[in-house]
């Protein structure tokens, strides 16, 4: 059974990257979207951390629930986006034994989910430009789980970064066409705090 402390501790190590980054993510926010992805974030770890991992059954559970407290405590399109990625991840990982294998089926379950909510491709300006990118590297590499994260990792950095002379496509973004190039996209720079925290939290 995968280690449900290990699934905590990631929790909190994105809840500590969010509080540390909220500035930025709603300065990029402010240029191209709502302005409150930031505090958005920080008010949905914040309900993350509330929950008492311990008594959750496995850390597929505990997964679900941190998505349903995602949901419920965030504002605009994130809540139910990150919510979605973090219940679909729990549904498909269950009670499985974590490695590499197992972490990055249920990842994937997840990011189809995230897709399937947002209803937006690759390409789109969105977090899903470093969600793709990031599956699909930590999938081919060969080693362990903590390298397949340090892969995944820095094809998401790739990913955020290739968003900023994109067109957004979808969300509040795309009503600006062309003045959105230039801004990398909020959720894609959200996301890549959560695949770091991954990295921090699985690296053992």
Known sequence: MA????????????????DANAAELTDLD???GDADHGSNMVRGVAAVAELDADSMADAGAYLKKAGMALVSKVGGASGPL???????MGGALGDSELTKDSFFA????????????GKAEVGDKTMLDVWFPALEAGE???GPLSTALAAALEAAEKGAEDTI?????KGRASYLGERSRG???PG????????EAAAEAFAH
């Open 188 to 195: 894609s720079a959200s996301s890549v705090l959560l695949i």
């Open 165 to 169: 002379p994109m067109i957004a496509r």
């Open 82 to 88: 990150y919510g979605t990625l973090l219940m679909k």
């Open 140 to 142: 081919a590499s060969d």
């Open 183 to 185: 801004v990398k996209d």
């Open 30 to 32: 402010r240029q191209i």
């Open 106 to 117: 249920a990842l994937r379950a997840g990011v189809e989910g995230l897709q399937a909510r």
């Open 3 to 18: 280690d449900l402390s290990q699934f905590s501790a990631w929790m909190a190590a994105f809840k500590e990257k969010i």
